[in-house]
């Protein structure tokens, strides 16, 4: 038996190399889907759909006219997924979001509740705007991010496979924002900062989205296709020096862990839940560049998106004019 163990993790190893290198063949063509409708952003395309392949949540933040909403409805017709958007409001209750108990009366005169559902039963949803509504409305979606279903009346209702939220958010200096809460911040995979186009980019959205031609994304992928995608990405192997990159970047983001940088600026650090969207999210970077194994370059590259709505910058920072951004940058020389 002992002399087959070997034969037989080579043939696994060979298994999943082959169902990698067709992972790298659909996700390319998700790529093009979208590239044909969004241009200028590839950063935030990568980080968005990194998100989705690792199986999580991301938060877009940015101006107004980013195309925010436009690159979540793309990337929801690209993967074939079930899609729905919610606009946040200020008067937006969270029985908008996971749905209510109406009551019906048969021909009998009987009466009976039955449940509606809400628009949070989609496979990609699209929380617009959601730092607009009010804290608790924001917090209906928690139990829905972090544990795939909601709880209506004491009854569980479970939420479709693959579901995925992408949220967009308006900057917080603009008016009728309300910040969201550290524990929602945590449950988002990525913050993905959305920034204005370069100028040939700009000159392209112009020229290309103002005519009669405007391209549309295609759908070239399934939601089951997605989700063993997903499972593949788990079974990527991650190499010992890539996972003492992700604890020692992680690590030195806290106060009191010996980093200068996060002992004189940083309030409180990224916890576990940050090296976990790590050694996840490197994989699917991988698998999204065409690569079969992930790098330090690759926990470099994502070290912004993962940790900066995990920490907080402390008083005397923030009256230095100091970035979270800053800091990250700060702690990824130190590892370099």
Same mark, same amino acid.
């Given at each position: ?5 070997? $034969? ?31 241009? @200028? ?25 980013? *195309? ?15 899609? +729905? ?32 559902? !809400? ?36 009854? +569980?209702?479970?939420?479709? #496979? ?28 990525? $913050? ?11 000159? +392209? ?52 862990? @010996?980093?200068?940088? #996060? ?7 990224? @916890? ?12 699917? +970077?991988?698998?999204?560049? !065409? ?20 920490? *907080? ?7 230095? @004019? ?15």
């Amino acid at each position: 038996m002992t002399m087959m163990q070997p $034969q037989e993790a080579t043939l696994s190893n060979d298994a999943v190399i082959a169902m990698a290198e067709t992972a790298l063949a659909d996700i390319a063509k998700v790529r093009e889907s979208v590239g044909r409708v969004i241009f @200028g952003q590839e950063s935030v395309v990568e980080q968005s759909l990194v998100a989705i392949l690792a199986g999580g949540h991301a938060l877009l933040v940015g101006v107004p006219g980013l *195309a925010k909403t436009k690159l979540v409805d793309t990337l929801g017709v690209a993967l074939g997924l079930d899609a +729905r958007r919610i606009q946040f409001t200020p008067d937006l209750m969270p029985s908008d979001i996971v749905g209510t108990e109406v009551m019906d009366q048969d021909e009998t005169g009987r009466r009976s509740f039955r449940y509606v559902k !809400g628009p949070v039963f989609a496979q990609l949803l699209m929380a617009d705007e959601i730092n607009r509504a009010s804290p608790r409305t924001q917090s209906a979606l928690l139990q829905a991010m972090q544990e795939y279903h909601v709880t209506v009346a004491g009854e +569980r209702h479970d939420l479709p #496979a693959p579901f995925h939220v992408l949220a967009t958010q308006n900057p917080l200096e603009q008016e009728g924002t309300y910040p969201l809460p550290e524990a929602q911040l945590d449950r988002f995979l990525m $913050q993905v900062d959305v920034y204005y186009p370069d100028i040939a980019a700009e000159r +392209r959205i112009l020229l290309e989205t103002t005519g009669n031609d405007n391209q549309s994304a295609e759908a070239v992928m399934t939601a089951e296709r997605l989700r063993e995608i997903q499972a593949l990405v788990r079974r990527m192997p991650v190499a010992e020096s890539v996972v003492e990159a992700i604890l020692q970047l992680v690590r030195s983001a806290r106060p009191g862990n @010996g980093n200068s940088h #996060a002992d004189t600026h940083v309030a409180w650090g990224p @916890g576990p839940r940050a090296s976990q969207a790590l050694m996840t999210c490197v994989r699917a +970077r991988a698998l999204y560049d !065409g690569r079969l194994a992930p790098s330090i370059d690759d926990v470099m590259g994502l070290a912004e998106p993962i940790l900066q709505h995990r920490m *907080a910058l402390n008083f005397s920072a923030r009256a230095e @004019g100091m970035s979270v951004r800053d800091v990250i940058g700060a702690l990824k020389r130190d590892a370099a």
